[in-house]
Structures are given as structure tokens and as C-alpha cells.
């Protein structure tokens, strides 16, 4: 069975079409065959009868009469039929009275029965009375071999044989035509899939055959195939489409959607790439760094759709006045960059200054207005001024800056000087100035831990400050200068907005009172609406007033007593929470300390930070603990770092603990995190 | 004639089964039996009805006296009636043997016979040559017989092929 089932369809076909006719054609043949030697036999038996009758009634006068001679003559008329082998005439009394015996019969040829009649028999025998006057007078036998008919049929077994040849070769001719009926298509379907999968062309097609099991397998095929097609068609839809999507994403990504201009990001690639380049070349790069003067006041005075109008043309303008393979880009707001490759000297580049800055002067007129604005542009060398894309952005800001501190619409070259450290304060106070629209400050929020429970009490809120430009810059270098230049007010009122929203958000939605400790500085502090401020900040975002902590310096408090007694009067009166930081630093009046309505003492990290080494602090410790005990102040230990300086102060009773033992200072969600956890923290 | 042929017994034994004669009664009984026998190959003309009516003419001699014996005898589904007749009282006979005696006189007899359907028998030599139907004649010891088909076809008898084919001698 296996070696036909692995045959080509075709043959298959052809086969079973072969072997189908082969055994109808046999059958055929054969009946034919029995029916011819049916026929001629029965032909031939009757005729021996009817001779037998004959014999039988021409014999019956020689037997009447006794004429043997007569009868022998009868019966040798017999040797015409050439199967009849024996003739005998009886008497009545079953006397031999005549016989004949054919030349044919062979010499032993003996029989002795008086009938015979099979098919299958050649042999056939028959026995005829002689009858006269209705009286039986003797029989005539006769004996005859019919194999001699079998000669007669070769010419009919040949044409029979010759018949079934035609008809198998027939067969073999319609097997062809039905293979290709059949056959033809499935190979077409095989040959179709086999060059699909090939060239991966779904649009190709079977020819339809006919609608018979072939011809649906041909309708299943291609609807298969066309759904493929339609699948592979929308892939391909769905791909440029997704990639339609990624360039405008990178466009976004890479470009500033008013101007069009290369964005920050990729102006750092852009200069990354110039800058090595450079390297390689041993070439000059200039970065120039543009900042408009007055753009802030015309984008709170006349809207920012007008703000947008006028950056779109003065871009435009900026774009103009450099050559094509300068970048120019926009970084935000209204600071422009241009990098200038293969730079021609100073004197070049004061000409593209010029240039840009006069583009910039030249009035914008917009619908009904005329604006004038001016440009301070600050110019850093590579690899002169700085040899890395970080510094040369920074020197040129600060180039800028000094720009604009010489009275703006002028440009400056950077050099070293500008870095020493009054101008580093200068720097500093032109880019705080922005650093709260830039959204640069942050806060950060370090626990504070009840060392009565291990819980966490509170925590105080700590600003951070990132600047693109000049990175991480410490509360120690950038608050004083916001003192010194009063944009303090403006970055207390954030830290204690924020910190004030923060604790509401934790009331709210971890259901933890968490006491929130905000810094206040002295020029804060001794701003005339401060207590109103507060006031209004805590109506304003719903915080529990007993939940705020203001911490100031003992130097905050001892500075202006009068109008600091009255003010923190009145807090207190409110309900706010009061804690003198850095207690132990300052010459506190242990006089005011009584007087004053203050909740905690903070000591000062510097205390702690030698226990247990340090006898000497852990006696100034234990003082400070056994003061604020007698004052029934609370009291809260500073820079905590180590398990044995939580163990001393938890034995000496003080009440709460802050430092890097506990956490460092960290995001908001931490703070969350550590809330959801019921984070119970041990020193033992 | 009355010799001893030695097939004649053999013959005469296988006919009739009857034992080995060489008597003169025997031959007669051999030519009744002949003449019997003829009866069942003849056709009479349909108005030749009734009883098959055997004549016999001359003296008795061994044969006519064998030939009573058939009295009552059948043949063709009709009895044989045997009688004794004169030259003239014909009428009725369906078979006229004429005697040995009667040689001289046959042509009369014959001229008589013709007006009858009757088939005509003699032992008389040349009895078909003189006009009879069928002359019966011993050669070789062996009984045989000569037929004038003119005479039984005058007569309006039908002769069987098969007696014809038997006949020693057929005259047309």
C-alpha cells in the first residue's frame, strides 16, 4: 500500500483507471468468451439432435424391413457432421443393428452411457427411439465431441482479445485527459503556494476549474491567499504608518514646534558632533548664546500668543544672519544658541554678534503694535574657553549673563574672570531669578522619627535646586544670594506651598498626619505680611495648622526681637508649631527662650555628629536635652548617623531624631512609600 | 431358395427374434410379416377410410394362409380385416395380395385391382414389371422386394421414401 501512496496523483489516477477497465474488460471478455461457446455449443447440440431424429426416422423402414445395409448407409451420412464421433442403431431388443464410428474418433474412444448433456462436458451423447406406428422398434445413439467447436472460436477470442487492447489503450488515452482534468489544477495549486512562498507576492492566484472538489479546493485556496493579501496589506498600512508616526515623533523630539527650530536635545547632539569634529580637525568652535532682554515683561503684558509671534519671526530673523551650516536653535523660553563651525578669528565672529543682535533690535511689527527688543549675547571658544560641550554651554551663559549685567543689548566674549567668585554669585542670582518658572526647584523630604515608637513623626522639607546650566547647586551657595537679592520671598512662598500641599496629599490619600518642618529665612521671616501669608497659604490648601512647623535660626530670631516676639506671638496664636534650628550655633538669649511660645528645640547636627567620641558634646547634648526638658520643650536631634548615637539619644531622652541613620533626604513618593509600609525603624 | 445361407438366420433372428427355419412356412411368415409391415409405409387417399381390409386372391397356398393371421392385426390406428375374394369382388379392399396361383390371370386381376385405392402385393416373379405395386423377391435366400412406383401413384397411394430406399428394385 505505501509505494502507491507515495505515486504522483497522476499515476495514481491513470492506475486505478487501468485496473478498473482491465477488470471490466476481462469480465467482459470472459462472458463474451462463455456466451460465444454457450451459443455454438447449443447450436451444435441441437443440430446433432434434430440429425439424431432424422437418423431415427429414416432408420425406421430398415429396421421394419431388416435391412442393416440400409441403416449403415443412413448412419454414413452422418460423417458430414464432424462431431459426431459414434452413430449406433439398436433393435427392439437392444441389438446392435447398425453402427458408425468416425474416422476422427480415435481408436480408443469408448463410452457407455446413453445420454450426456454438460457445459463443460465436450462430450455430448443422445439416444432417439425409432419409432413406427406409434411403437418403439429400436433407438439410434450417437456420440458427439464438441471440443472441435473450440477451434471455430480462435477467430472470436482474437477479435475479443483484439477488442479489449483497443478499449484498454482508450482507457489509457481518457486516463490521460482525466490527469490533466484533475491533476493539472491541484499541481497548479502547489506550483501557485510553492511561488508565493517564494517571492512573497500575495496577489497571485489559481485559475478557477469548475466548481467540483478540485475547483472549491481552488476557491479555498485563493480566498485564503486574498486574506493573507488583505492582512499583508494592512501590515504594510499599519507599518508606514507607524513610521509616519516615529518621524513625527523624532521631530518633536528633535525640534521646537513654534519655531521649528533643533530643540535642546538636539542642539547637545548637534554640538557633541561639532565639538568632535573639532577635535579631530584641531578646528575653532564658537557658541553663541542668546537671550532677549525684555521678552518676559511682553509675554505677562501682552499675552503669550503675541510672546509666540514675536519668537517666530525673530528666528526667522536669527536664521538669516548665520550661514547655513551654523545651528541655530532654540533651548526655551527665549534663549537662542548658535554653533559656529570653523571659526575666522574674533573679528568674525563680532560681525555675526552684530548681526544677530541688530536682527533682533529692528522693530517687530504685529498687527497693531510695533515691538523692540533687544538681544545680550555671550560668546564661549572652544577649545579656548572650554574643551566639553557642558563647559562651553555654561561659559557662554555666563558670558550672556554678563551681557546683560553690562546693560543688555551688547555682547561678551566669555573669559576666565567671569568665574571667580563674585561673578559666580552673579551667575547664580541671574539664573535663580528663573529658576521657579523653569520649574528648577524641588523639594526633597528627610523623616523625622519618634524615637519613643520608631515611627515616623514628621519631615523636613529641603529645596533643591537643579540648574541646566550650572547643575546641582547647594542651598548654602544660592540662599543667601536670594537673600541678598530678595527673590527669597518668592522661593519661601514655593517651598512652604509646596511642602503644605505635599502633607495635605498624605493626609489624603495615605491618611497619615505627618508634621511638616518648612525652613523660614530671616528676610522671610521679617517680610511685614509674613504671618498673613502663612495664614492664607494654610486656608489656602486645607493643612491643619498644628501639622506646620516653621524652623528659624536662633541669629533669625535674636536679629530684630521686637518684631520677631510679636510675629511668632501671633503664630502661635494660630496654632502653627514653632522650632529654633540649629539651637546650640547662635547666642541665644536663654531670657527670650522662655519667653517665647516656641514647641522644639532643634539641636544642631554638629553636636551629634561626634557621640560618642566626644564627651564634651554628649555633654553639651545632655545640657541641651535637660534644658528644653525644664522649658517642656520638645526636642529633636539633627544629623543622625550612626545606631549608637540613636541608642544615646533615645536613653537620654530626647524625643525625636532626623538623619542619614533614619534617610537621607528623598523624593516625595519615597516618603509615600515608606508610609504605606508603616515603617517602624529600630536602634537597638 | 429353400438353401441355408448361413446370414439367413441371422438375419431373420435379429427381425424378429424367431428360431433358425429353413421351412417354406417359414419364408411365408417372413413375406406376411413383409407385407404387414408395408402397410405402415403407406398413405391411403382419405376417402380409403374404415377398416384396413386385406384381400386375398388365388388358391391358399403357405402365405395367404400366413397373411389370415393378421386378422384383427393393427395398423396405422386401423384394424386389418382379412378375406378371401374373388377376380372381381374388389370393392373395400385396401390390400390385394394376389397368389402364386393366379400368374396367369394377373392382368386381368391388375385391370380390376386399378379401380380400387388398394395397394397391390404379389410373390409372382416380375409382378412390378406387370403392373403391381410391389412384388416381393427372394435373392440370396433373403426376402426383398421390387415396387412400381407408377402403379401405387396410379392408385393414388403414397409410398414411403424409405420403402422406396429399401426397395431392391423401383421401377418409375
Known amino acids: 500500500m505505501s509505494p502507491f501512496r507515495d505515486l504522483p496523483l497522476k499515476s495514481k489516477l491513470s492506475l486505478a483507471l487501468l485496473l478498473s477497465s482491465g477488470i471490466a474488460v476481462t469480465l467482459l471478455f470472459i462472458l463474451m468468451l462463455v456466451n460465444a461457446v454457450y451459443n455454438l455449443r447449443q447450436g451444435a447440440v441441437s443440430q446433432i ?373 563674585a561673578n559666580k554669585r552673579l551667575i547664580i542670582e541671574a539664573h535663580l531669578r528663573r529658576a521657579i518658572e523653569k520649574n528648577e526647584l524641588s523639594l526633597m523630604y528627610q523623616p523625622q522619627i519618634d524615637l519613643a515608637t520608631g515611627h515616623i513623626i514628621g519631615a523636613e522639607a529641603l529645596l533643591r535646586w537643579t540648574s541646566p546650566e550650572l547643575g546641582e547647586v547647594g542651598p548654602a551657595e544660592f540662599i543667601p544670594v536670594a537673600e541678598e537679592t530678595g527673590i527669597i520671598q518668592q522661593i519661601g512662598d514655593f517651598v512652604m506651598e509646596s511642602a503644605c500641599l505635599q502633607a495635605r496629599r498624605w493626609m489624603d490619600e495615605e491618611g497619615a498626619s505627618l508634621r511638616i518642618a518648612v525652613n523660614v529665612s530671616i528676610r522671610q521671616f521679617s517680610a511685614r505680611q509674613f504671618v498673613d501669608n502663612v495664614q492664607a497659604l494654610l486656608a489656602r490648601t486645607g493643612l491643619p495648622v498644628e501639622l506646620l512647623e516653621l524652623e528659624l535660626t536662633e541669629s533669625c530670631i535674636m536679629d530684630n526681637v521686637e518684631d520677631t516676639l510679636i510675629k511668632i506671638r501671633e503664630l502661635h496664636e494660630l496654632g502653627i508649631r514653632l522650632s529654633i534650628d540649629d539651637f546650640g550655633t547662635g547666642y541665644s538669649s536663654m531670657t527670650y527662650l522662655k519667653q517665647l511660645p516656641i514647641s522644639q528645640l532643634k539641636v544642631d547636627q554638629s553636636f551629634v555628629r561626634n557621640i560618642p567620641e566626644s564627651n564634651e558634646d554628649m555633654e553639651i547634648v545632655r545640657a541641651v536635652l535637660h534644658l528644653s526638658h525644664g522649658l517642656k520643650l520638645e526636642t529633636l536631634a539633627e544629623g543622625v548617623e550612626t545606631v549608637a548615637q540613636a541608642r544615646f539619644l533615645a536613653q537620654e531622652g530626647c524625643m525625636i531624631a532626623q538623619g542619614y541613620y533614619f534617610s537621607r533626604p528623598v523624593p516625595p513618593e519615597e516618603i509615600t512609600v515608606l508610609l504605606r509600609g508603616r515603617r517602624r525603624y529600630t536602634w537597638q | 431358395m429353400r438353401s441355408f445361407p448361413c446370414i439367413l438366420p441371422a438375419l431373420l433372428g435379429l427381425l424378429f427374434a424367431l428360431p433358425v427355419m429353413a421351412l417354406e412356412q417359414d419364408e411365408a411368415a417372413v413375406k406376411a410379416a413383409f407385407i404387414y409391415n408395408f402397410t405402415k409405409f403407406v398413405e391411403w387417399p382419405a376417402e380409403a377410410e374404415g377398416p384396413l381390409q386385406l384381400c386375398l386372391i388365388g388358391e391358399t397356398d403357405s402365405l395367404l394362409a400366413a397373411l389370415a393371421n393378421l386378422e384383427g392385426k393393427q395398423s396405422q390406428g386401423r384394424s386389418i380385416r382379412v378375406r378371401s375374394t374373388g377376380h372381381y369382388a374388389l370393392d373395400g379392399c385396401r390390400v390385394i395380395v394376389v397368389g402364386a396361383s393366379e400368374a396367369d390371370r394377373l392382368t386381368a386381376i391388375l385391370g380390376n385391382a386399378q379401380r380400387q385405392p388398394a395397394l397391390t402385393v404379389s410373390e409372382i416373379g416380375h409382378f412390378a414389371d406387370a403392373g403391381g405395386m410391389i412384388g416381393l423377391v427372394v435373392n440370396n435366400a433373403r426376402v426383398q422386394f421390387e415396387i412400381n412406383a407408377q402403379a401405387a401413384q396410379r392408385a393414388n397411394l403414397k409410398l414411403s421414401a424409405q420403402l422406396l430406399k429399401l426397395a431392391w428394385k423401383v421401377k418409375k
Request: aromatic share 6%; hydrophobic share 45%.
Open chain 1, 49 to 421: 439432435l434434430v440429425i439424431t431424429e432424422v437418423t431415427a426416422a429414416n432408420s425406421a423402414a430398415a429396421l421394419v424391413f431388416n435391412d442393416p445395409k440400409s441403416a449403415a448407409d443412413t448412419l454414413a451420412a452422418l460423417r458430414v457432421e464432424p462431431e459426431i464421433m459414434l452413430a449406433e442403431i439398436h433393435d427392439a431388443n437392444n441389438q446392435r443393428f447398425a453402427s458408425y464410428r468416425s474416422i476422427r474418433a480415435s481408436a480408443d474412444f469408448k463410452v457407455g452411457e446413453a445420454n450426456r448433456d454438460n457445459f463443460w462436458d465436450p462430450i455430448f451423447i443422445t439416444t432417439r427411439f425409432v419409432v413406427v406406428d406409434n411403437e418403439p422398434i429400436g433407438h439410434v445413439w450417437v456420440v458427439a465431441d464438441l471440443s472441435t467447436l473450440l477451434s471455430a472460436l480462435t477467430g472470436q477470442v482474437l477479435a475479443l482479445a483484439i477488442a479489449a487492447i483497443i478499449s484498454l489503450a482508450l482507457t489509457l488515452l481518457i486516463a490521460n485527459r482525466f490527469r490533466t482534468m484533475i491533476a493539472a489544477p491541484i499541481e497548479q495549486v502547489a506550483s501557485t503556494a510553492k511561488a508565493i512562498a517564494h517571492d512573497q507576492d500575495f496577489s497571485r492566484r489559481v485559475p478557477r476549474a469548475g466548481s467540483d472538489e478540485v475547483g472549491q479546493l481552488i476557491d479555498a485556496f485563493n480566498h485564503m491567499v486574498g486574506q493573507i493579501e488583505d492582512r499583508e496589506l494592512r501590515l504594510k498600512d499599519e507599518l508606514q504608518h507607524r513610521k509616519a508616526t516615529e518621524q513625527k515623533l523624532e521631530k518633536l523630539a528633535h525640534y521646537d514646534t513654534l519655531t521649528g527650530l533643533p530643540n535642546r536635545h538636539m542642539f547637545q547632539q548637534a554640538l557633541a558632533l561639532t565639538l568632535e569634529r573639532a577635535r579631530n580637525l584641531g578646528s575653532q568652535v564658537a557658541l553663541f548664546f542668546i537671550d532677549l532682554d525684555n521678552f518676559k515683561v511682553i509675554n505677562d503684558s501682552l499675552g503669550h500668543v503675541t510672546g509666540d509671534m514675536l519668537l517666530k519671526i525673530l528666528s526667522q530673523r536669527l536664521t538669516k544672519c548665520v550661514r547655513s551650516s551654523d545651528i541655530i536653535s532654540r533651548l526655551g523660553g527665549d534663549e537662542f544658541t548658535v554653533i559656529i563651525d570653523h571659526v575666522k578669528g574674533a573679528e568674525h565672529l563680532r560681525e555675526i554678534a552684530d548681526k544677530l543682535a541688530a536682527a533682533v533690535a529692528q522693530a517687530v511689527e504685529l498687527k497693531d503694535i510695533e515691538l523692540q527688543t533687544t538681544a545680550s549675547i555671550g560668546i564661549a571658544l572652544f577649545p579656548d574657553d572650554a574643551t566639553n560641550a557642558e563647559d562651553l554651554v555654561r561659559n557662554a551663559d555666563t558670558a550672556m549673563y554678563f551681557a546683560k549685567s553690562r546693560g543688555r543689548s551688547n555682547f561678551q566674549f566669555f573669559s576666565a574672570k567671569m568665574n571667580d567668585h
